[in-house]
Each structure stands twice: as structure tokens, then as C-alpha cells.
């Protein structure tokens, strides 16, 4: 268990609204990520960071953007979801080093559905 | 960035092993191999990774082929709670993590 939680767990908003979802982390790692999930497109990187308040962007940024002012959080927005948006969203950890050398934990994902 | 290949599906009787078949034609030698199972309403579960020799840990082992552009996950007594989708996927060490690709897995359903 690498102490990872996601909150919301479930969130149905609508279209234009800002939504702000919270990955909270325990052990201290470094390097955090959201990862969004649809089906027939499997897991797809959205933002990671690798430290307090540096990020960059992954497969499928447009639409997001990420801050991390404190270690244990890592918070991504959508600024004015759009139904496009509707997804499992995943947080993810690394305990160590870069990605290719360590394995990554995950959290149990948000369900966010954009009407 | 290199990709995987993976079946969609396999299935296969309880306590019998499986291989998990993925082809990388296009691995770079900096990439490490990582394989993830995921089950139903759940996030992604780390299994096992290895960079050119063949690795066991207590979920599985993974055999890589001698010149890497294949892999194999081997679980060798599957059992109920092994139904999930598995996934192969590569990670650069040396590009770090913007290319992180997973792809959609082989679902395996295991018989009773």
C-alpha cells in the first residue's frame, strides 16, 4: 500500500463547470501523475510531476492543468469540463528514481461524469 | 516512442500457468519492461519489470527474449483473482516519464 487516496472518489458536475480533483499521498514520494482511462484507449498520461511545483505535460494535457504546491498533493483541474472529459481518472506514485527503473503505484480513481 | 503489442484477450483454466505473450519490436535499449494487471473497478497493479535478464518475484516471472523485442508474463498457477487486464508497457529511462504508454492489455479470464 503506497498511501495514495483520490477525492473525490465519484463527481458528476456539468458542462462548463470547473472541477478540481485531489491525489494525497503519505510516503513522500517525488514524482506523482494523473492518468485518465476510456475504454478502447486504455491508460493515457495526462500531467506528472516531479516536485513541488514542477510539472509537465503527457499525452493528453489540452483541457487540465496541474498544481503541486505541497509534496502529498498533486490536484488536477479541469478549468470547464467538457463531456469529452467524462473518464476514470487515476493518480499514480513512483517510490524512486525515474519512471523506467520503478514501479508505479496507483489510487483507486475518481469517476468524474460531465453532463 | 516504442510501443507494445499485446493479444486483446486470453483465457485459461484455474491452476494451470499462463503466458502472457507481448511484442516491442521497436524496444530501445534504455527501455525497461513493466507489466501492470488490473482488476475490475480497481486501479492499475504493479506485477514485475526487468531490462534484459528474465526476473521473478512472488506474483509471476517475466521472460525476455534474447534480442528484448518480445516478453513473456508468466503466472504459473492462475487462480480466480487473476482474472484482470494485464499490460505491457514500456518505460524509457533516460526520457523519464513523458512517454508513458499504456495501450489497452490482454484480458485473461480465468475458468474455475
Given at each position: ?55 509537465d505535460k503527457g499525452e493528453v494535457s489540452d483541457g487540465y492543468s496541474v498544481s503541486r504546491s505541497k509534496t502529498e498533493d498533486f490536484l488536477l483541474t479541469l478549468e470547464s469540463a467538457t463531456s469529452s472529459q467524462t473518464s476514470v481518472y487515476f493518480c499514480a506514485i513512483t517510490p524512486s528514481g525515474l519512471a523506467g527503473e520503478s514501479e508505479q503505484f496507483f489510487g483507486p480513481g475518481t469517476r468524474l461524469t460531465v453532463? | ?112
Amino acid at each position: 500500500d503506497a498511501g495514495i487516496t483520490q477525492s473525490p472518489r465519484h463527481k458528476v458536475t456539468e458542462t462548463g463547470t470547473p472541477v478540481t480533483l485531489r491525489c494525497h499521498q503519505t510516503e513522500n514520494h517525488r514524482y506523482m501523475y494523473w492518468y485518465r482511462q476510456d475504454p478502447g484507449h486504455g491508460l493515457r498520461l495526462i500531467h506528472y510531476s516531479y516536485g513541488v511545483k514542477d510539472t509537465d505535460k503527457g499525452e493528453v494535457s489540452d483541457g487540465y492543468s496541474v498544481s503541486r504546491s505541497k509534496t502529498e498533493d498533486f490536484l488536477l483541474t479541469l478549468e470547464s469540463a467538457t463531456s469529452s472529459q467524462t473518464s476514470v481518472y487515476f493518480c499514480a506514485i513512483t517510490p524512486s528514481g525515474l519512471a523506467g527503473e520503478s514501479e508505479q503505484f496507483f489510487g483507486p480513481g475518481t469517476r468524474l461524469t460531465v453532463l | 516512442d516504442a510501443k507494445t503489442t499485446q493479444p486483446n484477450s486470453m483465457e485459461s483454466n484455474e491452476e494451470e500457468p499462463v503466458h502472457l505473450p507481448c511484442n516491442h519490436s521497436t524496444i530501445s535499449g534504455t527501455d525497461y519492461i513493466h507489466w501492470y494487471r488490473q482488476l475490475p473497478s480497481q486501479g492499475p497493479e504493479y506485477v514485475i519489470h526487468g531490462l534484459t535478464s528474465n526476473v521473478n518475484n512472488r506474483m509471476a516471472s517475466l521472460a525476455i527474449a534474447e534480442d528484448r523485442k518480445s516478453s513473456t508474463l508468466i503466472l504459473h498457477r492462475a487462480t480466480l483473482r487473476d482474472a484482470a487486464v494485464y499490460y505491457c508497457i514500456l518505460r524509457d529511462v533516460e526520457t523519464g516519464a513523458n512517454n508513458l504508454f499504456f495501450g489497452t492489455g490482454t484480458r485473461l479470464t480465468v475458468i474455475p
